[in-house]
Nanobody, 120 residues
Framework: QLVESGGGLVQAGGSLRLSCAAS????????MGWFRQAPGKEREFVAT???????TYADSVKGRFTIVRDNAKNTVYLQMNSLKAEDTAVYYC????????????????WGQGTQVTVSS
């Protein structure tokens, strides 16, 4: 089970930190990812972190967002800085199953999502 938290309303240029707490399974063995979905758009890849901390980002968030994991707490975080209006979306965390990291179909388990709204 994956439970996201930390979303909210923030002004452009502000910051938020999202958390995703995992239960069940061996958290440290899996890559974890963050995706987002804006109204009327398809779900898109944001960032992923593998079991040993290596990370990959979508070009749209590179340099502004940071994904980290704390295996002792079974939690993955997404630190979002310099937020823009176009970052507004529901953010989901997911546990990687197999396949290419930036495809949503490569992930087996998903959280319920947390809303991030950036006002301009």
């Amino acid at each position: 089970q994956l439970v996201e938290s930390g979303g909210g309303l923030v002004q452009a240029g502000g910051s938020l930190r999202l958390s995703c707490a995992a239960s069940g399974g061996t958290f440290s063995s899996y890559a974890m990812g963050w995706f987002r979905q804006a109204p009327g758009k398809e779900r898109e890849f944001v960032a992923t972190i593998n079991w040993n901390g290596g990370s990959t980002y979508a070009d749209s968030v590179k340099g502004r967002f940071t994904i980290v994991r704390d295996n002792a707490k079974n939690t993955v975080y997404l630190q979002m800085n310099s937020l823009k209006a176009e970052d507004t979306a529901v953010y989901y965390c997911a546990r990687h199953r197999s396949g290419i990291y930036y495809y949503s179909t490569s992930y087996a388990y998903w959280g319920q999502g947390t809303q991030v709204t950036v006002s301009s």
